[in-house]
């Protein structure tokens, strides 16, 4: 596509309940990235995918925090067991093979967790 | 380790004066240095970027930085503010090459005023 595209755009979730965030990047971008932004927290970085590797899981903030992406496209941040600090916006970005590490952000999922 | 200062959480000019957002780093090896809009309820748009070369860099809108390696600085300049201009900046920086994440600054508010 011509850009990032994240879905949903917003999400209003119960405590405790999973839910599923999608990003899909730019076509022939190799690597993919999560961000996330709070108001207390700034953006942090959660995770990210390049290639065939082992994606860095470094930022995620605890176990309930999953993420994959399948076919070297699409992926999927996966929170389970939803808590109210998680309410945030959920930001993918995604690069190129240039190696100029030029990330392009998509319009995020505003998440919250009542 | 790397981080980003950004001197200035709001910062408030006229239409047609000067904007100037102070960013520092911290960074053990080269960096990539990264500036971003955000305007309200979007994602992060990419303004400029300095990874190697010429050290000052023009980016979209009117917007310039200068990497001082000296003063560990990249601060963001525009000479005259247009009241579009509104909205939040990020500074960011990255290992030098191939893919990481960024270190994002904690954000600078600018507000134009007729």
């Known amino acids: 596509g011509a850009g990032v595209s994240q879905s949903p755009s917003n999400k209003v979730t119960e405590k405790g309940k999973d839910v599923e965030l999608r990003c899909d990047p730019i076509s022939g971008h190799t690597a993919l990235y999560w961000y996330r932004q709070s108001l207390g927290q700034g953006l942090e970085f959660l995770i990210y995918f390049q290639g065939n590797s082992a994606p860095d899981k470094s930022g995620l903030p605890s176990d309930r925090f999953s993420a994959e992406r399948t076919g070297g496209s699409v992926s999927t941040l996966t929170i389970q067991r939803t808590q109210q600090e998680d309410s945030a916006v959920y930001l993918c970005?995604?690069?190129?093979?240039?190696?100029?590490?030029?990330?392009?952000f998509g319009a995020g999922t505003r998440l919250s967790v009542l | 380790a790397q981080s980003v200062t950004q001197l200035g959480s709001h910062v408030s000019v006229s239409e047609g004066a000067l904007v100037l957002l102070r960013c520092n780093y911290s960074?053990?090896?080269?960096?990539?240095l990264f500036w971003y809009v955000q305007y309200p309820n979007q994602g992060l748009q990419l303004l400029l970027k300095y990874t190697t070369g010429a050290t000052l860099v023009k980016g979209i809108n009117g917007f310039e930085a200068e990497f001082k390696k000296s003063e560990t600085s990249f601060h963001l300049t525009k000479p005259s503010a247009h009241m579009s201009d509104a909205a939040e900046y990020f500074c960011a920086v990255s290992f030098s090459g191939g893919y990481n994440k960024l270190i994002f600054g904690a954000g600078t508010r600018l507000a134009v005023h007729p």
């Open positions: 970005a995604s690069s190129d093979r240039t190696g100029k590490n030029i990330q392009y």
């Open positions: 960074s053990s090896v080269p960096p990539y």
